[in-house]
Nanobody, 116 residues
Framework: VQLVESGGGLVQAGGSLRLSCAASGTTSSIHTVGWYRQVPGKQRELVARFIKGDGSTNYADSVKGRFTISTDSSEKTAYLQMNSLKPDDTAVYYC??????????WGQGTQVTVSS
C-alpha cells in the first residue's frame, strides 16, 4: 500500500484547508484510515480516523466540530477537511492506513501552518 498526501500549506487563523491521502496498491486490505499530527518535541497525536467497515469516525477532542474526515466513493482517497483553524493546529500531518494483514502504512507527511 502506498499513501500520497497533499493539501497542506499556510493559512490564517480561522481559515480552512483540506488534506488528501490517496492510496494505491492493495487497497482492499485497508480497514481504517486517518491522520496523526506531530509538533517537534511533542508526541504524535491522533487527529481523526475513519473505519471503513461501519463508516464510523473518531476525532481528537481538540478538533471535534472543526475537522471532518471522509473518503471518496471508491474509498481510495481520504480527506481531512479542517475548518476554523487555530495556531495550535500547526503541525506536520501524517495520514495512515491500517490493513488486515499488511500492517500500518504512512503517508509522507504534509506541513500545516496556521498564522495568528
Amino acid at each position: 500500500v502506498q499513501l500520497v498526501e497533499s493539501g497542506g500549506g499556510l493559512v490564517q487563523a480561522g481559515g480552512s484547508l483540506r488534506l488528501s491521502c490517496a492510496a494505491s496498491g492493495t487497497t482492499s486490505s485497508i480497514h481504517t484510515v486517518g491522520w496523526y499530527r506531530q509538533v517537534p518535541g511533542k508526541q504524535r497525536e491522533l487527529v481523526a480516523r475513519f473505519i471503513k467497515g461501519d463508516g464510523s469516525t473518531n476525532y481528537a477532542d481538540s478538533v471535534k466540530g472543526r475537522f471532518t474526515i471522509s473518503t471518496d466513493s471508491s474509498e481510495k482517497t481520504a480527506y481531512l477537511q479542517m475548518n476554523s483553524l487555530k495556531p495550535d493546529d500547526t503541525a506536520v500531518y501524517y495520514c495512515y492506513a491500517d490493513t488486515l494483514w499488511l500492517g500500518r502504512f504512512w503517508g509522507q507527511g504534509t506541513q500545516v501552518t496556521v498564522s495568528s
